[in-house]
C-alpha cells in the first residue's frame, strides 16, 4: 500500500511540473498566442470557439488527474471469498448415508448428530467457557455457579475433559455451562474444546487484557458462524479503574467489525491473594486469602445475549454443528478414499509382480504391465471421483514412463541386492529382479497419482507423473524386500 501511495505521489508530482512548464510555456509566447486569438476572433466562430473548448477540456482533464491521484482513497473493506453456508440437516444425512454406503466410518458424525439431538429435546441452553489455558475459566466456572467443583490449579492444562454444570438464571433459564480445555493444549483437547464451542448457543470467551494474535484468530473463528460471544476479561482487580476501562474499550473497538459484535465485560474470578496484615506486633505478615468474585456484569452480559433471541440461538447452534459433523463427515470420505486407495496400488503392484514371473516371451511384460497401468489409473480416479479420459491416462503413463526410466539402474540394482538376502533365489534371480522392479514401479505409480488425485481433486498428468519421481526416494529398500517375498512367494506357488 505504501509503494502504491509513493507512485501516486510521483504521478501527481509530474502532472504538477508539466502545468507549471505549460504555464511558463503560456507565458513566454503570450504575444503569440493572443495574436492567434486575436485572428481566430476575425475568423470563423467555430474555430475559435472549438479552440477554447479544447483549452478548457485540456485544463479539466489536468484537474481531475490530481484529484484521482491526491483525493483520499476511499477503500473497501476486503470481503472474504464467499463460503457455502452451512449444509441443512437433511442433505447432510443424505451425504452420511452415501458415505456409509461407500465405506467409510460415519461413527463420529452419527455420535454429532446424536448429541444435536439430545440438546434439543432437552431444552437447555449451552454456553461454552473458552479461552487459553490458565486463563481462569475453571474459577470463572465456580464463581457462577457456587455449588460446581471442576479442577482447578495454577499450572496450564488441568481441565482435561469437557465438564458440564447447571446454572440457573435470574429468569429461570436452565443453562448448561461447559468447563473445556484450554485452547494450545495439546491438539486432543484443543478439538474437544473447539467442537464444544460449536455446540453451544453462546461463548464466553475469557482473556486477561489485550488481545494476542492466536486468540484474536480464536475469536474470529468462533465468529465466523455468527455464533454470539461475550468476552470475560479476567483479573480486572489487576487494573487500576482506568487502565481497565482503557482495555475494555480497545477491545470492543478491536471487535467491533464482528456480526454481531461480542459484549466485552470485566469479571474477577475469585481465587485467593496474598496480602499484608498487622501481626500484632508492630510488623506486617504476609497472609492467603480468598478474592473475592466479581462477575454479575457477565451475568448480566449472559442474560442479555441469551434474551435478545431464543429462536435464533437454536438456528445458529444447529448451523455450527452442521458445519462441524460436515467436516468430520469430510475427513471420514478423505480417510476412507485414502485406505482404498492404498489397498488398490497394492492389488495391482501384486498383480504387476505375478504379471512379470508370468511373461513367457520377450515384451510380454511390457504388454502386461500397460494395460495393468491403465487400469490401475481408472480405479484410483473412480475412488476420488475424478473423470478419467483415455488420452489423460495415457498422458500421465508416457509422462511417469520418463521419472520410471531415470529411476530403472537404480531400482534394479536394489532388488538384486535385495534377492541376494534370500537363499535360493540365485539361480532364477535375473526374472525375480524383474518383477521386483516391476511391483517398486507399480507402487510408486499408484502412490504418486493417488497422492496428486487426492490434493488436485482432478487428473493432471504432468502433475501427477511429478509425484510418481517423488516416490522412489521413500522406503525404496523397505518396499523392495516386501515385494521380494511376494515374488519368491508366487513363484513358489507356480511351481506347485
Not at 477503500?75 to 437433511?90: K, T, V
Not at 489409473?377 to 500421465?396: H, S
Amino acid at each position: 500500500m505504501r509503494r502504491d501511495r509513493r507512485i501516486r505521489l510521483l504521478l501527481a508530482g509530474v502532472v504538477l511540473v508539466a502545468l507549471v512548464l505549460f504555464a511558463g510555456a503560456l507565458l513566454a509566447v503570450a504575444d503569440t498566442v493572443l495574436s492567434i486569438l486575436q485572428r481566430l476572433q476575425d475568423g470563423p466562430a467555430a474555430l475559435y470557439y472549438g479552440f477554447l473548448a479544447l483549452l478548457a477540456a485540456g485544463g479539466a482533464l489536468a484537474a481531475w488527474l490530481l484529484w484521482w491521484l491526491l483525493a483520499p482513497v476511499r477503500r473497501r473493506l476486503e470481503q472474504p471469498a464467499e463460503q457455502a453456508g452451512p449444509p441443512d440437516e437433511a442433505s447432510l444425512r443424505e451425504r452420511l448415508e452415501a458415505e456409509r454406503a461407500a465405506g467409510g466410518d460415519v461413527a463420529a458424525i452419527e455420535r454429532e448428530l446424536a448429541e444435536l439431538s439430545r440438546r434439543r429435546e432437552g431444552g437447555r441452553l449451552y454456553v461454552a467457557m473458552f479461552g487459553d489455558a490458565s486463563a481462569g475459566k475453571s474459577s470463572l466456572v465456580q464463581a457462577l455457579v457456587p455449588d460446581a467443583t471442576p479442577e482447578r490449579a495454577v499450572t496450564a492444562g488441568t481441565t482435561r475433559a469437557v465438564k458440564h454444570y447447571q446454572w440457573r438464571l435470574s429468569s429461570g433459564d436452565v443453562v448448561e455451562l461447559a468447563d473445556v480445555p484450554g485452547s494450545g493444549d495439546e491438539a486432543a483437547l484443543e478439538a474437544a474444546a473447539l467442537g464444544e464451542a460449536m455446540r453451544a448457543h453462546l461463548v464466553i470467551y475469557v482473556c486477561e487484557g489485550d488481545l494476542s494474535r492466536s486468540q484474536h484468530e480464536d475469536v474470529l473463528a468462533l465468529a465466523q458462524v455468527g455464533k454470539p460471544l461475550v468476552l470475560a476479561v479476567n483479573k480486572a482487580d489487576w487494573y487500576a479503574e482506568e487502565d481497565l476501562q482503557r482495555i475494555v474499550a480497545r477491545l470492543a473497538e478491536r471487535l467491533g467489525e464482528l456480526d454481531p459484535a461480542p459484549a466485552v465485560v470485566p469479571v474477577v474470578a475469585g481465587g485467593t491473594e496474598r496480602v499484608l496484615q498487622p501481626d500484632g506486633r508492630g510488623g506486617e505478615t504476609e497472609v492467603e486469602r480468598p478474592r473475592a468474585p466479581r462477575v454479575e456484569l457477565l451475568r448480566e452480559a449472559l442474560q442479555a445475549e441469551l434474551d435478545r433471541a431464543p429462536a435464533a440461538l437454536d438456528a445458529l447452534r444447529d448451523a455450527s454443528v452442521f458445519r462441524l459433523a460436515a467436516a468430520r463427515l469430510e475427513d471420514a470420505a478423505a480417510l476412507r478414499r485414502r485406505e482404498q486407495a492404498a489397498q488398490v496400488v497394492s492389488d495391482y503392484t501384486k498383480k504387476a509382480v505375478i504379471g512379470a514371473l508370468a511373461a513367457v516371451s520377450p515384451g510380454t511384460d511390457v504388454l502386461i504391465q500397460g494395460y495393468l497401468g491403465t487400469a490401475l489409473v481408472k480405479a484410483l480416479c473412480q475412488i476420488y471421483g475424478v473423470p478419467a479420459r483415455e488420452i489423460d491416462i495415457q498422458r500421465f503413463l508416457d509422462i511417469a514412463q520418463g521419472y520410471v526410466g531415470r529411476a530403472v539402474p537404480l531400482v534394479l540394482a536394489i532388488a538384486g541386492n535385495v534377492l541376494k538376502a534370500f537363499p535360493g533365489a540365485g539361480t532364477v534371480a535375473g526374472g525375480l529382479v524383474h518383477a521386483v522392479a516391476y511391483g517398486i514401479v507399480f507402487d510408486a505409480m499408484g502412490k504418486g497419482l493417488a497422492r496428486s488425485l487426492e490434493t488436485t481433486g482432478e487428473l493432471r498428468p504432468a502433475a501427477a507423473a511429478r509425484k510418481v519421481g517423488d516416490e522412489f526416494g521413500e522406503e525404496i529398500g523397505k518396499k523392495a524386500r516386501q515385494l521380494a517375498r511376494l515374488a519368491l512367494e508366487a513363484q513358489r506357488e507356480s511351481r506347485d
